[in-house]
């Protein structure tokens, strides 16, 4: 990976062709299946603060004591002319789950009660998902959990073309490569990249 110009979406031989996706509305995915983060970036929490109606700093300060945490994160990159790249690692925002299923705070009876205003990765699933898209096993492991994902390996679904998919792939290399970016440049100091956060949520 060096820049966004050169930086090319790799599919699996079986999603070359386009991908057949469905959701079935069970809520495996709102689950953390705890394998992994759902991470959230600025656009994200300010689309979900204006539809929660959070007000100001101390309003966002409560929003991510609740709602959010502070999770590990990484990110490749080459610089331009460079002949090896580096894998840099540093905090990112995910969402904070609760319950003994580890379930999301928005998910009630089944049912994601911030639909229209959900993060970029809960939308994007599972095509704009590169560790998804370019890795079968990948999607078999998830599709254990995920009978959408089961229809999905078996052409059942809504049909999604290849250029749909790099399309959503592409957006969201460039969202985790923007934070690196940003982070970066504040010496991966996630305070400065987002002041309303406690200190405390970084010894969670």
């Known amino acids: 990976m060096t820049d966004s110009s050169s930086h090319k ?4 031989k079986k999603f070359e062709n386009g991908v057949y996706f469905s959701c079935e509305m069970c809520g495996s995915c709102c689950r953390g299946f705890k394998e992994g983060e759902v991470y959230l970036y600025q656009d994200d929490i300010d689309t979900l603060a204006k539809h929660l109606k959070v007000k100001g700093t101390s309003g966002l300060r409560d929003f991510a004591k609740k709602y959010l945490k502070v999770v590990n994160d990484s990110f490749f990159w080459k610089k331009p002319g460079a002949e090896r790249g580096k894998t840099y690692r540093f905090k ?3 969402f904070r789950f609760t319950g003994d299923d580890e379930h999301c705070h928005f998910l009630i009876d089944n049912k994601c009660t911030v639909h229209e205003a959900r993060p970029f990765q809960c939308r994007a699933f599972p095509i ?3 560790m998804l898209i370019n890795s079968v096993k990948n999607f078999k492991n998830y599709s254990k959990k995920c009978p959408a994902l089961q229809n999905s390996l078996e052409n059942k679904g809504k049909y999604y073309s290849k250029e749909e998919i790099v399309k959503w792939a592409n957006e969201e290399y460039e ?3 923007n934070y690196f970016f940003i982070m970066k440049k504040h010496n991966f100091n996630i305070l400065k990249v987002y002041p309303f956060l406690s200190k405390d ?3 969670e």
Request: net charge neutral.
């Open 92 to 94: 990112s925002l995910g």
């Open 201 to 203: 949520m970084l010894r």
């Open 9 to 12: 979406i790799e599919l699996a």
């Open 128 to 130: 704009g998902w590169n």
């Open 175 to 177: 969202m985790e490569k």
